[in-house]
């Protein structure tokens, strides 16, 4: 059977265009219907397929490496496009500590509920750490998805769309800071004495303190470096910069994509970062079309690597363990665990106007990167992939079905509005007698 490896440079070529302008449309469509773009490009990816093993091709095998330098290099780019959108205003605080507040709770309460889905369903957890174990595996599929959340939340009202930036993107840096904060209390230590060490709470903590100090002097020396350079050719420079300090961070167990945050908020609020003594090293009219360059390439590489993250994962679904009813009713669970605590927790902190926000909250792009970065020694055989496939398509559906309902609910007010007749009315002195 022919495979990807045999494929023309031309073949691979068409392909890839092809793929990119189907994203391009996948994007209007979404605009037009709510549908999201990445549940068309799943679909993409699973049609390909089809017509590539009805054609003999099989170029499943082996994908799984560039789905996880994909993914590293999507999850980077999805998060500093939030990050320059964010601006930190006085107005923004209370929205900005409501979200992280909810993400938090909303990822712990999730992720500890489906530990106890998954550990008296599943067998294959560890012995004396089976709670431990199960909330390692539960925590990526507790994550929101901003890969999905970003792009299909633009149309909705600023509060709302604020709302979600933040949200999905601390669910992010919080889920990943769980799982391997998880792993270094699981991992057990080599022979050469590798693995964790010490006490992992302090270890975490330490770790934590050290990643958002080095943060916060790497950015503003970027930012001032940078400023400086006048040749035009810098922008990528300066990603492959934040590539390699996210990459060397990763390596030292950091939590590298907080840097990445951080770098995000101090060139989108210039005004803030820079204040005082620190003004005097600021050229504000370089550094702004630094920030607006760069805001532009971080868009454009997102939506390239996001088309090829998800049509590649399309590509690697296989459906065998979608017919086992014990896949079913765990994932049944799990969804049910999602939407009952999302309600839970909006309801508490905004109250009655909480649609469509409880139904947006899809499982993706972290999702399915934590999945292909679990330890070697903590995979549980047992644990079927049919259960992320379940809760990343359910997630997804559930999600266009109240984009939808939302827009038409909208679109009937204006339109209602629109059909009003306007009228005057003669006014006069009331009678006072």
């Known amino acids: 059977m022919e495979g990807i490896a045999e494929l023309s440079q031309y073949s691979l070529i068409i392909a890839a265009s092809v793929v990119l302008i189907f994203s391009f449309f996948f994007g209007e469509i979404s605009k037009r219907t709510s549908i999201p773009s990445v549940l068309l490009l799943i679909v993409l990816g699973i049609v390909a397929k089809l017509g590539l093993e009805a054609a003999g091709i099989n170029i499943a095998d082996g994908l799984d490496e560039y789905l996880k330098i994909l993914g590293t290099i999507g999850l980077i780019m999805i998060?500093?496009?939030?990050?320059?959108?964010?601006?930190?205003?006085?107005?923004?605080?209370?929205?900005?500590?409501?979200?992280?507040?909810?993400?938090?709770v909303g990822l712990v309460g999730s992720a500890v509920v489906t530990a106890f889905i998954l550990m008296y369903m599943v067998d294959g957890f560890q012995e004396g750490n089976e709670?431990?174990?199960?909330?390692?595996?539960?925590?990526?599929?507790?994550?929101?998805?901003?890969?999905?959340?970003?792009?299909?939340?633009?149309?909705?009202?600023?509060?709302?769309?604020?709302?979600h930036i933040y949200e999905s993107t601390f669910s992010d840096i919080l889920g990943i800071m769980m799982f391997y904060f998880l792993e270094g209390i699981l991992k057990p230590s080599d022979i050469n004495g590798?693995?964790?060490?010490?006490?992992?709470?302090?270890?975490?903590?330490g770790s934590t303190l050290l990643t958002i100090i080095i943060a916060i002097i790497s950015s503003y020396l970027i930012v001032i470096?940078?400023?400086?350079?006048?040749?035009?050719?810098?922008?990528?420079?300066?990603?492959?910069?934040l590539l390699l300090i996210y990459a060397i961070g990763k390596q030292f167990h950091l939590s590298s994509l907080l840097f990445i945050l951080i770098f995000g908020l101090v060139i989108s609020n210039m005004d803030l970062?820079?204040?005082?003594?620190?003004?005097?090293?600021l050229d504000k009219e370089a550094a702004h079309d630094i920030y607006h360059g760069l805001h532009v390439i971080t868009m454009e590489t997102a939506f390239v690597v996001r088309t090829f993250f998800f049509?590649?994962?399309?590509?690697?679904?296989?459906?065998?363990?979608?017919?086992?009813?014990?896949?079913?009713?765990?994932?049944?669970?799990?969804?049910?665990?999602?939407?009952a605590i999302r309600f839970v927790l909006l309801r508490a902190s905004i109250g009655k106007d909480i649609v469509p926000q409880l139904y947006i909250a899809p499982r993706g792009l972290i999702t399915i990167l934590l999945f292909n970065a679990i330890y070697d020694k903590l995979v549980v055989k047992e644990f079927s992939e049919g259960i992320l496939l379940f809760i990343?398509?359910?997630?997804?559906?559930?999600?266009?079905?109240?984009?939808?309902?939302?827009?038409?609910?909208?679109?009937?007010?204006?339109?209602?509005?629109?059909?009003?007749?306007?009228?005057t009315v003669k006014w006069k002195i009331p009678d006072n007698k």
């Open 392 to 423: 990343i398509i359910g997630t997804s559906i559930v999600m266009t079905i109240a984009m939808i309902w939302d827009k038409r609910r909208t679109n009937g007010a204006i339109n209602a509005v629109k059909q009003t007749p306007v009228r």
């Open 273 to 281: 970062s820079f204040r005082g003594r620190l003004n005097r090293f």
């Open 131 to 163: 709670f431990l174990h199960a909330l390692y595996y539960a925590t990526p599929i507790s994550i929101l998805s901003s890969a999905i959340i970003i792009p299909s939340v633009i149309d909705l009202k600023k509060e709302k769309k604020e709302f």
């Open 194 to 205: 590798h693995g964790s060490a010490g006490n992992p709470v302090v270890n975490f903590a």
């Open 311 to 339: 049509v590649i994962f399309g590509i690697t679904i296989t459906f065998d363990a979608l017919a086992d009813w014990n896949v079913v009713g765990i994932s049944a669970l799990c969804l049910l665990t999602i939407y």
């Open 79 to 104: 998060v500093l496009e939030a990050a320059l959108e964010l601006k930190l205003d006085q107005d923004q605080i209370v929205p900005i500590i409501k979200a992280l507040v909810i993400a938090l």
């Open 225 to 241: 470096v940078f400023q400086k350079i006048k040749t035009s050719v810098k922008l990528f420079l300066l990603i492959a910069v």
